[in-house]
């Protein structure tokens, strides 16, 4: 039932992705952050979902005419130079072949970032974004926050399986940062009710964060704490 559901998602958002390729941009944040695929247990789990929304997104972005430029401003300039930069150290490294799987996943990220740049152009798709990323990480530090409150921290809150947060420490940083996310967002809400509920996720990604057992989350989060409180 859970990979009819994830693929069902994937597939409705990819063919809804060539029309409205912003959607494509949601998509493939949900299925890179949360990943989702990895919490089935049949044919979803190994499914590219990754790459058929990368796939719908960048068609869709092909054929929209709703695309601008990307490079707008310093910092997307300088970003750029920085990825070419990287290609020039990696191919003037000692290891080429044995460092191209990591190359080719920093470039990949970076081609998808240079993308959204591309298609978000509205106060509205910034906050969607803010909404999908913060979200995804929100729901796994929730899972994680409950079991390492239920289990009284006897074990370890692992991320997603096979993804790139998958350590322990990745994990752990993944969540201290989407807890300051979660703090504009929870800025945004007009009810009162809505802005209260919110702190409840932010506690539980700290407690998730903390069940990690990351020595540099726990740092991450001490920083992170200390710059809330200042501010």
């Known amino acids: 039932m859970r990979d ?12 809804v992705a060539l029309r409205r ?7 493939w944040t949900w299925v890179s952050i949360m990943n989702p695929h990895r919490y089935t247990f049949g044919f979803a789990y190994s499914a590219p979902v990754a790459a058929i929304a990368g796939a719908a997104l960048l068609l869709g972005l092909l054929m929209t ?8 401003g310093s910092p997307v300039n300088v ?33 998808m970032i240079l993308v959204t740049l591309a298609l978000l152009h509205t106060r509205e798709h910034i906050y969607a974004l803010c909404w999908v990323a913060a979200g995804s990480l929100a729901l796994l530090g929730a899972k ?3 079991f390492t409150i239920r289990s009284g921290g006897s074990e370890r ?6 993804s790139f947060i998958e350590d322990n420490n990745e994990f752990a940083l993944a969540l201290v940062m989407t807890i300051p996310l ?19 996720p932010m506690l539980l990604c700290a407690a998730s964060a903390i069940g990690t057992y990351s020595r540099g989350g726990f740092l991450a989060i001490s920083a992170m704490v200390g710059f809330l409180w200042w501010r």
């Open 65 to 72: 005419k709703e695309r601008e430029s990307p490079f707008k």
């Open 79 to 111: 970003f750029a130079v920085f990825s070419v930069w990287v290609t020039v150290s990696w191919l003037a490294g000692l290891d080429p072949s044995g460092d191209y799987p990591q190359w080719d996943k920093v470039m990949k990220i970076n081609l």
């Open 182 to 200: 979660l703090r504009f967002l929870q800025q945004q809400l007009a009810s009162r009710m809505g802005r209260h509920l919110m702190t409840v």
């Open 21 to 27: 390729p912003w959607v494509g941009v949601m998509l």
């Open 157 to 162: 809150v692992w991320g997603p399986p096979g």
């Open 144 to 146: 994680g926050g409950i």
């Open 4 to 15: 009819i559901l994830v693929m069902s998602i994937v597939l409705i958002g990819a063919v």
